[in-house]
């Protein structure tokens, strides 16, 4: 029993998050403490919902609760590590922690891990590459549970090579191999390389945060200046409706009610754009980021490895700069009002209209026109390249990504939870928000081009995973004789010039989303115009018939 009580006691100086000694102990609102780091972790992570809970009870808090420090709890940890009634359980490597290679039976943590050895040292195990004079060269880093991804897994030796014409890291042996003749350089080099890439990025998303931060500011100034405006308005026709006679009273206040209206929506449209640009900044900071940190890795190979894996940058949402019009928003309402006062029965009958189109002419945010020519078109081009890890396993894709080939012979691709496993598809790589246009080339015996929101379903055979047949996706089927439109099990027959190369417009702010046959002119198929809430992906489908595995079809994404 005595033991069993000492093993209670420890158990209540544990973190539950990390479930090592407290840290620095606080105690949230419910009662439970936990390492001031690891709580606020936790609730940093939930920042966006604006709603923090408790990780053992649940309970939720909002706002945030203000930290304090739990000094009386410190004291206690303090005195029990002293008095060595405390576990040395915590000095031993548990599940996430990376674990010394060197010892034997139960393994300590790892402190440190060598990229020269491919191996993680304790304490104890790892002096010897403090006081060897040979081991002293050896590069040292944090631990890492990824060494072994510095093996070659053809020649089982350390990949110190970056090739240049393959974009991946490789051993000495290579060279002699499958690498013989390719452009390489030592994998620090090919670090520095991507590291100047890596800061060019970063340098284009930091000006991006802070053109979009003046432009939420000029559009905070832009809502104080609408609604300064419409309430002068306001009481400017107040003032006026007064004077006229009883009959004319129900007219003052269906002016108020239209201003007002276009008010709220003039300032609606106006916030809406502001919070997506607030949401983007979030975004691009988030993004910035992860380049940060993957900038100070130590580990070239790691490096080289995830440098690919970082999305690319998005194209903005709007553009880098906001017009504004002149501060003269509601004044037309107050000179029209004015006018019915003079005119009395006349204006009445005839004024009210110049009432209502003065009201209704108030517009901030001017929309771009759509391009007209291939060249207006060619502005907005976007580059297209494939996922593999969305790709059906008969779905070949080119070394550039741009190519999908429908092949009998399933590929071996990795088990990946977003790929298609029943409907011959795939999505692009690149989301899609803004203006963008691109084309894609088509051979065989049809496709469908699609755009798609990635939450769209991916297992199975139901029409929830297939493009055109759900609320998440649009499509243009192209059969060589014929077009159809489909969004969510509805089908629509399109004429138009049957063509090898299909054009898509998207303006994703606009809700518009167009397809062209493209041949020696531009000719519109079909417009969509609908509101889209998410980023949207490029999509291709191939037609689904046994016999036609053997046909080779393809779709390319080209380049403009």
């Not at 840290?23 to 709603?51: A, F, L």
């Not at 940060?292 to 690319?312: R, V």
């Not at 553009?319 to 002149?326: A, K, L, M, T, V």
Request: aromatic share 10%; net charge neutral.
């Amino acid at each position: 029993m005595a033991g069993r009580g000492v093993k209670l006691e420890i158990t209540n100086f544990s973190c539950a998050i990390c479930s090592d000694l407290f840290k620095d102990p606080v105690t949230i609102p419910c009662g439970h403490s936990y390492c001031m780091n690891c709580i606020t972790d936790h609730w940093d992570v939930e920042d966006q919902r604006r709603i923090y809970s408790c990780p053992q009870c649940r309970k939720e808090f909002s706002p945030r609760p203000v930290l304090v420090k739990n000094s009386k709890l410190e004291v206690l940890v303090e005195k029990f590590k002293y008095a060595g009634n405390l576990s040395a359980d915590h000095c031993y490597a548990g599940p996430q922690d990376v674990a010394c290679d060197v010892c034997t039976g139960r393994k300590l943590r790892a402190v440190k891990s060598c990229l020269v050895c491919l191996a993680s040292y304790c304490e104890n195990h790892l002096q010897p590459h403090y006081s060897a004079p040979p081991l002293k060269r050896h590069n040292l880093v944090n631990p890492s549970k990824k060494l072994q991804e510095n093996i070659c897994s053809h020649h089982d030796d350390v990949m110190k090579i970056f090739c240049r014409t393959d974009q991946q890291c490789i051993c000495y042996l290579c060279l002699m191999d499958e690498h013989k003749g390719h452009e390489t350089v030592p994998a620090a080099a090919g670090r520095t390389e991507k590291q100047k890439e890596l800061q060019e990025r970063q340098q284009q998303i930091q000006q991006r945060i802070q053109d979009q931060e003046k432009d939420v500011k000029l559009l905070q100034q832009e809502v104080e200046a609408i609604n300064g405006s419409a309430d002068k308005a306001v009481e400017d026709s107040e003032k006026i409706f007064t004077d006229l006679i009883r009959q004319i009273q129900k007219r003052s206040s269906d002016v108020k009610q239209q201003i007002r209206s276009q008010q709220e929506t003039e300032v609606s449209r106006v916030k809406e754009l502001q919070k997506k640009l607030e949401q983007e900044i979030t975004e691009l900071k988030r993004k910035d980021a992860e380049l940060e940190k993957l900038s100070i890795t130590e580990d070239h190979n790691q490096f080289l490895q995830n440098y690919p894996s970082l999305s690319a940058l998005s194209e903005s949402t709007h553009s880098s700069s906001i017009n504004i019009r002149p501060l003269r928003y509601f004044e037309d309402v107050t000179a029209a009002v004015s006018e019915l006062r003079e005119k009395l029965q006349d204006i009445l009958r005839e004024g009210w209209t110049n009432i209502s189109v003065a009201v209704s002419d108030v517009d901030v945010l001017l929309l771009t026109p759509e391009p007209k020519t291939r060249e207006d078109f060619s502005e907005y081009f976007r580059y297209i390249s494939l996922d593999q890890n969305t790709a059906h396993m008969n779905l070949l894709l080119s070394d550039d990504d741009r190519r999908a080939t429908l092949v009998k012979r399933k590929r071996t691709y990795i088990n990946h939870p977003y790929r298609f496993n029943y409907w011959i598809q795939v999505l692009s790589r690149e989301s899609l928000t803004g203006r963008c246009y691109w084309e894609v080339e088509w051979s065989g015996r049809g496709v469908e081009v699609a755009v798609s929101y990635q939450n769209i379903s991916r297992v199975g055979n139901s029409y929830e995973c297939a493009f055109g047949c759900n609320p998440n996706s649009w499509a243009l089927r192209c059969d060589g004789k014929s077009y159809t439109y489909r969004f969510n099990k509805v089908q629509i027959k399109v004429s138009g010039p049957v063509s090898s190369r299909i054009g898509v417009y998207l303006d994703h702010r606009a809700g518009i989303l167009s397809f062209y046959s493209v041949s020696e002119t531009m000719t519109l198929l079909y417009r969509v115009q609908t509101t889209f809430t998410q980023p949207l992906y490029a999509g291709i489908q191939f037609f689904y018939y046994y016999f036609f595995y053997l046909r080779g079809d393809t779709a390319k994404f080209i380049i403009l």
